[in-house]
């Protein structure tokens, strides 16, 4: 027996939501937020709330409304891959001060970054 909704964004969530659980739902929070921010940037899918309570609702709703919202998803996906930092490494460099200290001195020298440190200890 079919189910049916009325609103067409919830049927298209519906029908798709094998896609939908394995590929978004499988994102940490991190990636969520990195992909609706590229879609945005890219693709000018706006989001209502990027400091959601649930951000994985919020993107698998902006992406049902587009027709090509698999690819849209698989392409943000395959970017985010080659840019943005693994959890595991993520967590590392959240973890150690020196490492942290390590990547600032790189950015500075390197790159010409310029960042403000705070005396005050919290």
């Given amino acids: 027996m079919a ?3 009325r609103d067409p964004i919830d049927q298209r969530i519906y029908d798709n939501r094998h ?3 394995k590929e978004v739902k499988s994102l940490t929070k991190r990636e969520v937020k990195w992909v609706q921010a590229h879609l945005s940037r890219n693709y000018i899918i706006g989001f209502y709330n990027l400091e959601s309570n649930s951000p994985h609702k919020e993107l698998i709703r902006q992406l049902a409304e587009q027709e090509n ?7 943000a996906h395959n970017e985010m891959q080659r840019n ?3 959890e ?3 967590e590392w460099i959240k973890n150690d001060i020196k490492i942290q200290i390590f990547i600032l001195e790189i ?3 390197k790159y010409n ?6 005396s005050r200890v919290c």
């Fill in 84 to 86: 943005l930092l693994s």
């Fill in 69 to 75: 919202f698999q690819e849209l998803f698989y392409n």
């Fill in 3 to 5: 189910v049916n909704f």
């Fill in 88 to 90: 595991e490494d993520f």
């Fill in 113 to 118: 970054y310029l960042f403000n440190i705070s």
């Fill in 19 to 21: 896609f939908f659980d």
């Fill in 107 to 109: 950015l500075s020298h």
